[in-house]
């Protein structure tokens, strides 16, 4: 995929490229917004704006990185801003996604416990801190390695290791607590 980008990047098809961007990892900076703002209607909000800056910024793409890494960097440091200003201060509310039809009562009552246990993980994970809340995010949800994690983000890879260790033991203690 990273060489459509670089190729369509090199054409200067500007256009054509954001498309391939949004198509390729919308949902993907959706959640990630989801998992700063725990607000579904104001991580679409985010996504939007994350996506107007990076294609006023396409122009200082530099092609030897990744697109993803670059769009990675645009939307964190965005949802950091965010949780900066004053609009922090509005409501936020969980709002889950909708179970899926299942066909007989055994799948149904899978169904049921599977999302329960999705959605005690997820409050529980959106309870913690932010430091810790987005590696969680990024290593377990998006399955990126420590090494793509610390090049977004800027954080020591021996950091991350720990403060995802620190992550899990703060997990484990929060759904002790559920259970």
């Not at 703002?37 to 679409?44: D, G, L, P, S």
């Not at 294609?55 to 990744?66: D, G, S």
Request: aromatic content about 10%; proline content about 1%; overall charge neutral.
């Amino acid at each position: 995929m990273e060489e459509i980008f670089v190729e369509a990047f090199q054409e200067k098809d500007h256009d054509l490229l954001f498309d391939q961007i949004m198509t390729e990892y919308g949902q993907s900076v959706l959640e990630l917004a989801y998992s700063y703002v725990k607000n579904k209607t104001v991580a679409e909000d985010l996504t939007q704006e994350i996506f107007v800056k990076c294609y006023r910024a396409l122009h200082t793409f530099n092609k030897r990185a990744k697109m993803k890494t670059w769009l990675w960097r645009i939307a964190i440091n965005h949802c950091k801003d965010y949780l900066k200003s004053w609009h922090v201060r509005n409501v936020q509310a969980v709002q889950t996604d909708h179970l899926s039809h299942a066909s007989t009562k055994d799948d149904v009552e899978k169904a049921v416990i599977q999302k329960d246990e999705r959605q005690m993980i997820m409050e529980a994970t959106l309870k913690l801190p932010i430091q810790y809340r987005e590696l969680i995010y990024l290593f377990y949800y998006e399955e990126w390695t420590i090494k793509e994690i610390s090049e977004v983000t800027n954080i020591k890879q021996n950091t991350i290791k720990t403060r995802l260790r620190r992550a899990k033991k703060l997990l484990k203690a929060e759904l002790g607590e559920v259970e």
